[in-house]
């Protein structure tokens, strides 16, 4: 919707040294050419390059600048999914991710940063000619150990900082390598400074590394520990070993390696073990993690941790700052190094079965608590973790023997596909789906699920010869509840393409059964379907009443994904039958959660009501701007705008024909213009702009909700206030939106402000 800024570009922890001509160069050539690719081996700096650049250009990119890190994927189908991401684009069904990156920054002055592209390099050549080709405003900033190889590439060569030559005197500026190694020693080592005594010695360690600033910044950490002669000893020694006695210059590449090496040499055995099995590792990991898939033989779980603590101390393992909980990863040049060692090690097949394990228990634990009121946190979790479950599912996928797993574990992931993530959900279950062809429940379940995911999405296609054969599985290995399954989906895909009548009284008795079995995500997605069946047929007093039983079958507070569905449902409901201030408030809690579930489907039809409610009370111009956002998020994420369903769009074309009196055609053209402009948190906070109805009182908090605010109000964070009243902090996150909501308020200072204690 509106510009991104500088997104997914990290702030800069330590100072830029040594890159002055190498910034004024890409920033020239970034304002004369449209694809830049910074070149060169790994470590020598080709990410901060491009992070400073970014940074010095961005007011020359007024639609924002995007960092797409790419070091963690391995299909190159998932490429354009992954910029998209990035890019906070929701899938859209029946349009690939490729066309709706062009059409997204088709209009835009857009600055794309690609970070390690040597082992996609095809795939990114591809995607940058395309966007290119689309998007005149765009400029491509990538980074790669080789050239994407396309016409419209200017290259820039990274090389390693300049070092001095063998006694030539210190300069008064030295710059380069020996101001990067006295700037890091400062950091690294308390009471380190370079002087006249240790010059030759600094100077003789930055010519050994051959000026690769990843290799003096590994050396620098040795200081800790190491005088600085020794350091240059151990380093001379590993590199007279490894070149035979040879004193020619070491290739940049081996040199790189070498001191990666070096340092793996000076690592105790546990270390070396523990750094090559966190290779395994696409991207972040958790402590938890880590001690469930490395933990076994020679390193016990006991030991993970405080070996891992001395790895970060050492700079071979980076702390992840600003993620939940503590969360690791390895930079790509040492995972790459850990993998090496891994596969000599023997230990490469058996560390990869042990991730996939991991991640196969934790997407059941997903989905057993995706209902539950750790949802949110599950679906952070799982955000999180898409890189390692990438991996997981690709080893799955890698032998037909494997493919059960696979299957199961992208079933297991319907919450995650469910909130955004619809197109990849349907990659891995048409991948595994062909791969698997075993009888079992978890082929059913297969089955079913892709079909939702095509209803959904919008996406037409052969569900009827998925449905027939998930019954026939079904009946002839006797799982009732898949087959069950596939008669409400068969009923669901009726419905959504509008083919036949819905058939009421075959629902109703496939949803008892369900109720029957003891299956509560069935029993709340009947209710949701039963609801909108109702509601299209004319009796919305029966579709409340499904919301509400829904609703009542799933009274946490914290979940967050059916209740908002039941309340959008409810509200088309009430507003059918006229009750229009009961449904706005509906959409108001709805659109809350639409938000922290990060659902933009969901979201953007809790504005469109929102903007109907609007227009019924004449409030033009705001009703505009709603519409305006909600039609903009629509077409991101599908083909048809109100789920293509007739009563719906009826709904919709009254309140344009309302707000289009009011303003005029022209004015509601740019109220609606300015409306699709908003991101998400500005669309967010003029939802949430209602005036207080007759008779509703927003300001009655719950006994909790009134303690949070208080605190709130006394300067405490949502981490501090849930450590005080002993409840989580995703907790207190929902408190405070439901707060928000109440007070018809969208900051947390508003709070402070209103807030007394009694």
Known sequence: MGPLTMKNVPAETTSFVGR?????????LLANARLVTLVGPGGVGKTRLAVRVARAV?????????????????????????????LDLPERPSVPAIELLAGHLRERRFLLLLDTCEHLVDACAALAEVLLSNAPGLHVLATSRRPLDIPAEHTRAVAPLPVPEPGAPWPPDPGGALSLFADRAAAAALGFTVTEDNREEVGALCRRLDGIPLAIELAVVRLR?????????RLDDRFQLLTGGSKTVIPRHQTLETTIGWSHDL??????????????????????????????????????????????????????????????????????????????????????ARHRDHYLAMTRAFDAGWLGPDQLSWLEWARHERPNIRV???FCLSAPEQAPLGLELAGKLAGLWLCGLLAEGRHWLHRALELAGEPTTDRVRGLWLMVWLMDVGGVRGDTNRLLREGEELADRIGDENGALWCSVFRLHTQFFE???????????????????LGDRLAVIFTSLVLGWMHTAMGDPAQAVEACDEALAANADPEECWARSWALWVKSMA???????????????????????LGDVMGFAQCLEGLGWAAAERREHDRAARLLGAADTLWQRVSNEPQFGL???????????????????????AAARQRGGALDVEQALALALDEPVEPGEDRRHLSPRERQVAELVADGLTNREIGERLDISKRTVDAHLEHILAKLGLVSRTQISKLTTRP
């Open 58 to 86: 961005e007011a020359a990119f007024p639609d924002g600048v995007c960092l797409v890190e790419l070091s963690s994927l391995e299909d190159p189908g998932l490429l354009a999914t992954t910029v998209a991401a990035a």
């Open 646 to 668: 007739r009563l719906l769009q009826e709904f919709h074309d009254k309140s344009v024909q309302v707000v289009q009196n009011g303003l005029g055609p022209h004015g509601y």
């Open 20 to 28: 002055a001509a190498d910034l004024d160069a890409v920033r020239d």
């Open 225 to 233: 520990a190491l005088p600085l002669e020794a350091i240059l000893a």
């Open 392 to 394: 997981a599912l690709e």
């Open 574 to 596: 009430l507003w059918a039958q006229g009750e229009h201030g009961p449904s706005a408030r509906c959409l108001r809690e709805a659109v809350l959660l639409k938000h922290r």
């Open 498 to 516: 509008a083919t036949v009548a819905p058939d009421l009284a075959g629902f109703l008795a496939v949803r008892h059964r369900l109720a029957e």
């Open 267 to 352: 690592c105790s055995p546990a270390e070396r073990l523990l750094w090559a099995r966190l290779s395994v590792f696409a991207g972040e990991f958790d402590l938890d993690a880590a001690e469930k898939i490395c933990a076994f033989g020679e390193l016990s779980a006991e030991a993970v941790l405080t070996t891992l603590i001395s790895l970060v101390d050492q700079s071979v393992v980076q702390r992840v700052e600003g993620a939940p909980g503590a969360r690791f990863r390895l930079l790509d040049t040492i995972r790459s190094y850990g993998a090496g060692r891994l596969a000599a090690s023997g230990e490469s097949e058996i560390l990869r």
